[in-house]
């Protein structure tokens, strides 16, 4: 054997005892854990745990396509006497709960962006409010934005949102809460005087940074559903108070309702006293019909510029109709008509058609 084949021999052997090694190994990386989103079902249904958090989200709103239909149904926006307006509106709220020794610590806002067109849009906080063991603060619905189940009735504030305290004990079937209300933006009494030019000039007694105390007490019993609502206007030095029930009955349900205001004032001021009752006939599962009235006694109507009391006002009298659909599931249709006879001022028909898809 020459020195050549001794060379390879010993190249072989040594090949044959070593590992083949190719070049650098890739090593993967150990996949991160990741934290999937957990349902959160202690606070009912649609909630989930913020990832990374004890923290429980809960996300809902609507999309509504509206048309409405009336004497100048555009509002100011318009130069003539437009008789319908289409609106759009988006809304959506968060909700985030967690437990507390306290109870459970909620948190709501609501944003909702409302387009009559495109160039006039707007965008606002529809509510923003925190709420533990029982007290509320923030901005938020008094108990006077509730009402029949209809759209005949008028039988609450015109401007029902407002920057409050609260605090309301609640059982299962029974409520009852005591609000303090900024009432900036509520309604002022003041004096009508004729002017030179023969125009009627308004001036109020009071400007803002009013307050109000309003109270609710409600509650079920059965069939029947029950709600006491007052509050007094400090500014104005008048209040009002509401009772209001509903019951079922038959193939619907029957609401009732009443209200009386000491003299116009942020909490109430369409009238001196009102009465609505309505029935919702349950025609289908999909289909309510629900007809509705009411009377006013000592009437004025207006939203603004209120006089310092009732007194000389004529009555009115209101009628209507709405109709619900449910066209599938978190998808439905409304529609509404309404005539108002007022016995110092002309009578008035208005309405809507809405579709509107929740999630």
Not at 8 to 34: G, M, Q
């Amino acid at each position: 054997m020459n020195i050549k084949m001794v060379l390879l021999a010993s190249a072989a052997a040594f090949a044959a005892s070593t590992p083949v090694l190719a070049a650098d190994a890739i090593v993967a990386a150990e996949p991160e854990p990741v934290e999937y989103v957990r349902v959160c079902d202690a606070y009912g249904t649609g909630y989930f745990y913020i990832p990374g958090t004890e923290t429980c989200l809960k996300i809902e709103g609507y999309i509504r396509f509206q048309v409405n239909v009336g004497p100048n149904a555009g509002g100011d926006k318009t130069t003539n006497d437009s008789s319908w307006d289409a609106v759009t509106r988006g809304q959506v709220q968060f909700t985030a709960k967690s437990d507390t020794e306290y109870g459970p610590l909620t948190g709501v806002i609501v944003l909702q962006a409302n387009a009559d067109n495109a160039s006039s849009q707007s965008t606002i906080l529809d509510s923003a409010y925190l709420d533990v063991a029982g007290f509320r603060a923030g901005l938020f619905y008094s108990w006077w934005d509730d009402g029949l189940s209809g759209e005949t009735d008028d039988i609450g504030s015109n401007v029902t949102l407002h920057n409050s305290i609260r605090y309301q004990y609640e059982t299962g079937s029974f409520y009852a809460g005591l609000s303090v209300d900024e009432l900036e933006d509520g309604v002022y009494q003041g004096t009508f005087a004729t002017a030179a030019d023969g125009t009627t000039v308004f001036t109020a007694d009071d400007g803002p940074n009013n307050v109000g105390v309003a109270f609710g007490i409600g509650g079920t019993a059965g069939v029947f559903s029950y709600q006491v609502t007052g509050g007094w206007d400090f500014d104005n030095e008048d209040g009002a108070i509401r009772a209001m029930g509903t019951a079922e009955l038959g193939p619907g349900t029957l609401g009732l309702a009443v209200v009386y205001s000491s003299g116009p004032n942020s909490y109430y001021s369409a009238a001196e006293w009102a009465v609505a009752g309505e029935y919702a006939i349950k025609a289908t599962d999909k289909l309510k019909i629900t007809p509705g009235v009411q009377y006013y006694g000592n009437y004025f109507g207006g939203s603004s510029n209120v006089p310092e009391n009732f007194d000389g006002l004529g009555d009115a009298w209101k009628a209507g109709l709405t109709v619900d659909y449910q066209i599938v599931e978190n998808f439905y249709a409304k529609a509404s008509v309404q005539y108002l006879d007022p016995e110092d001022g002309d009578d008035v028909t208005t309405g809507y058609f809405r579709l509107q898809r929740a999630f």
